[in-house]
Structures are given as C-alpha cells and as structure tokens.
C-alpha cells in the first residue's frame, strides 16, 4: 500500500470514528443508576421560568448568580431552554440558548437537552411536587444536579426532601453550589 492510500485510508477511519462518536453523543441519555424520571409527566405544566435553588457547579455555569431557566414549547414538540444567570466576576448577564428533546415516551420526564448542536446530555426531573413549583433535576451522571423553583427560594421541607432524596442516589449533595437571587 502505498502513502497515499493510506492517508486516504486514515482520513476514512477518522471521518468514521467522528461520525460515530457523534451520533452516539446523539442518540445517548442517560440517568444515574437506581433515578427513575417522574412519571406521568405533563410538559406543559413544567413551561415557564424556574429559579436555580442550587447545583453541582460545573464549567458553564461557573460564577454566575440570579440563575434562572425558562421552557417554552417549540412547534415541533421540542422545548427551548433559555438559561440566564448574572456572572458576579465579570459583572456581566450571560445567556445559552438550548433545545430539549424527549429521551422516549413523552410522558416520562427523561429528555435530553443541547447547548451545541448535535451533542446532548441528560436532563431528567427525578421530583416533582404536585403543583410543579419545585422539582429536582439530573444529568446523565452524578456529577449534574439542580434545585429548581418557581420562585427565588424553597420551602426547607421540599429542599430537605429532594436532598435526602439526592443523597440516597449517591449524590455528594456538600459540593452543591447555592445560588443567591438578588
């Protein structure tokens, strides 16, 4: 074989693997083991805007404060995530814009979110009270987990609950970052 096909050969394989790498970023969702997604579900209760409470801090939401996320339904069935939160070190507003998409059935509250277009990670409500003003969310992993509120602050019953909850999962609920609305 001679070297021009083998980089042809090699480019081949790397376009493959990429290829295949970004499909199954795709196609994958996930919830840590022994979570289960709440179910029934009802999308349309869960729209409008919801205040961070606390989260397992992590690269994109670094230093930000005044977080906030808000769902809308899209035409198509799918859901617009608008996150915003106040960067207290650069003194600055930041905003992501987003697409959530429905791991399965429509019923169950396990979706798979986007911030960069074809790559999605795990968006799962694991609690949720009856009037959808609270709920506990979580990534693919046990490295993602928020409090979320309807209003800038949590009842300490429903948060002592969704922490027990988090903790029996595994989550180190000591590292969460708690955000603060002003």
Not at 9 to 24: D, P, Q, R
Not at 95 to 124: C, H, M, Q
């Amino acid at each position: 074989m001679d070297k021009k096909n083998i980089v042809i050969g090699s480019a081949v394989g790397t376009a493959i693997l990429s290829l295949g790498t970004v499909l199954y970023l795709t196609k994958r969702s996930s919830i840590p083991k022994g979570a289960e997604a709440v179910k029934p579900f009802d999308v349309k209760k869960y729209m409008g805007k919801w205040h961070e409470i606390a989260r397992m801090d992590y690269l994109f939401e670094k230093s930000l404060d005044n977080v906030t996320a808000e769902y809308s339904l899209n035409e198509d069935g799918s859901v617009k995530v608008i996150n915003t939160g106040y960067n207290y070190k650069k003194s600055e507003k930041e905003e992501s814009i987003g697409r959530a998409i429905f791991a399965g059935d429509p019923t169950e509250a396990k979706l798979k979110v986007s911030f960069w277009g074809p790559i999605y990670g795990g968006y799962n409500v694991i609690a949720i009270d009856k009037a959808y003003k609270y709920a506990l969310v979580v990534g693919r992993n046990r490295n993602y987990m928020w409090l979320l509120s309807r209003e800038t602050s949590m009842p300490e019953d429903v948060k002592n609950e969704y922490l027990q909850k988090a903790k029996e999962l595994g989550f180190k609920i000591e590292k969460l970052v708690w955000s603060e609305h002003k």
